[in-house]
């Protein structure tokens, strides 16, 4: 039987689910879900990640689709809101959250003020932007840095994702040849999303106990920078629980949201396996973490 991949953009939860069950259950009922089916995982990941537009999807079943036409069920307060946004290969977003907001230096030029917008939430506040990668420059502590911020690259990865014999690892990538850069298996449940998000985590962790006051985080989990910028707000205030009443999938993992607490963080989105230097070392980290034994 052919293997397929059921990509959600917008729903209660956002990402790639290996059944129809699975992804049924984020959409169902669900004003202005927008899914597909692919026949491979990459092509899944791109269309959640916004990365490409032109790829001609399986069609859903037709379940999904009286389903999703039903107005009756207005957007949840509780589940995840994402709007789609054009995405430039070539651009980075920028989400920053922290006790305050830190505005980097400019060792890396931001776009025209009109494509940034600010989001608001308790006395934080959240802003994201697209912003062009600059070349980070590294010092004599063996950090390399954006401005006067250190930055860390991490990844998550997970193979047969989603089926049975997944295995998850971990990768946290500071610079060359760095005593913290980490590669680790991925203890509990072996997921993908999962795997991200404790990846940052690890960095997160790692940058506390080198008391860093702010740290720039880059990664190309769209879920992750989502879930701490936007969701993780949603979640607390309905007590980690979905429209449906389901816990929130990864809550273990939002301890990053406490973790973000300690530190003002910058997190910058970007897309994955294209190239760019630290985003690909901490893929090969993660990787090799897969292949450990815990």
Same mark, same amino acid.
């Given at each position: 039987m052919k %293997?397929?991949?059921?990509?959600?953009?917008?729903?209660?939860?956002?990402?790639?689910?290996?059944?129809?069950?699975d992804c049924e259950k *984020?959409?169902? #009922?669900?004003?202005?879900a927008i899914f597909k089916k692919f026949s491979t995982e990459e092509q899944a990941w791109k269309f959640v990640e916004g990365t490409v537009s032109n790829i001609d999807p399986q069609p859903e079943p037709l379940a999904a689709r009286s389903a999703t036409s039903q107005r009756e069920a207005s957007e949840d307060a509780c589940a995840p809101d994402i709007k789609d946004r054009n995405f430039e290969p070539s651009t980075f977003q920028d989400h920053t959250v922290g006790v305050k907001r830190t505005q980097l230096r400019s060792t890396y030029k931001r776009q025209a003020p009109d494509n940034a917008h600010a989001e608001y939430s308790g006395s934080k506040r959240r802003r994201q932007d697209d912003c062009t990668l600059a070349q980070?420059?590294?010092r004599?502590?063996?950090?390399?840095? *954006?401005?006067?911020?250190p930055l860390v690259y991490t990844d998550g990865c997970c193979t047969k994702n989603g089926r049975v014999g997944a295995s998850a690892g971990i990768g946290v990538y500071w610079g060359p040849n760095h005593p913290l850069n980490l590669s680790e298996k991925l203890a509990g449940r072996q997921t993908n999303q999962r &795997? %991200? +998000? +404790?990846?940052?985590?690890?960095?997160?962790?790692? &940058?506390?106990?080198?008391?860093?006051?702010?740290?720039?985080v880059y990664t190309d989990s769209k879920?992750?920078? #989502?879930?701490?910028?936007?969701?993780?707000q949603?979640?607390?205030?309905? %007590?980690w629980k979905l429209s449906t009443g389901n816990p929130?999938? #990864?809550?273990?993992?939002?301890?990053?949201? %406490?973790l973000c607490q300690k530190i003002d963080v910058n997190w910058i989105h970007v897309p994955g396996h294209s190239g760019y230097p630290g985003n690909e070392e901490a893929d090969k980290l993660a990787k090799a973490g897969s292949t450990k034994r815990l």
């Amino acid at each position: 039987m052919k %293997e397929s991949f059921y990509a959600v953009k917008k729903g209660r939860e956002v990402g790639v689910f290996s059944t129809w069950t699975d992804c049924e259950k *984020m959409v169902k #009922n669900y004003y202005g879900a927008i899914f597909k089916k692919f026949s491979t995982e990459e092509q899944a990941w791109k269309f959640v990640e916004g990365t490409v537009s032109n790829i001609d999807p399986q069609p859903e079943p037709l379940a999904a689709r009286s389903a999703t036409s039903q107005r009756e069920a207005s957007e949840d307060a509780c589940a995840p809101d994402i709007k789609d946004r054009n995405f430039e290969p070539s651009t980075f977003q920028d989400h920053t959250v922290g006790v305050k907001r830190t505005q980097l230096r400019s060792t890396y030029k931001r776009q025209a003020p009109d494509n940034a917008h600010a989001e608001y939430s308790g006395s934080k506040r959240r802003r994201q932007d697209d912003c062009t990668l600059a070349q980070p420059v590294s010092r004599s502590d063996g950090f390399q840095y *954006m401005g006067d911020t250190p930055l860390v690259y991490t990844d998550g990865c997970c193979t047969k994702n989603g089926r049975v014999g997944a295995s998850a690892g971990i990768g946290v990538y500071w610079g060359p040849n760095h005593p913290l850069n980490l590669s680790e298996k991925l203890a509990g449940r072996q997921t993908n999303q999962r &795997a %991200e +998000i +404790i990846a940052a985590c690890r960095a997160l962790e790692q &940058a506390t106990r080198s008391n860093f006051s702010k740290l720039v985080v880059y990664t190309d989990s769209k879920f992750t920078i #989502n879930g701490i910028t936007k969701w993780v707000q949603k979640w607390k205030r309905c %007590e980690w629980k979905l429209s449906t009443g389901n816990p929130v999938i #990864n809550r273990q993992g939002w301890r990053l949201d %406490e973790l973000c607490q300690k530190i003002d963080v910058n997190w910058i989105h970007v897309p994955g396996h294209s190239g760019y230097p630290g985003n690909e070392e901490a893929d090969k980290l993660a990787k090799a973490g897969s292949t450990k034994r815990l």
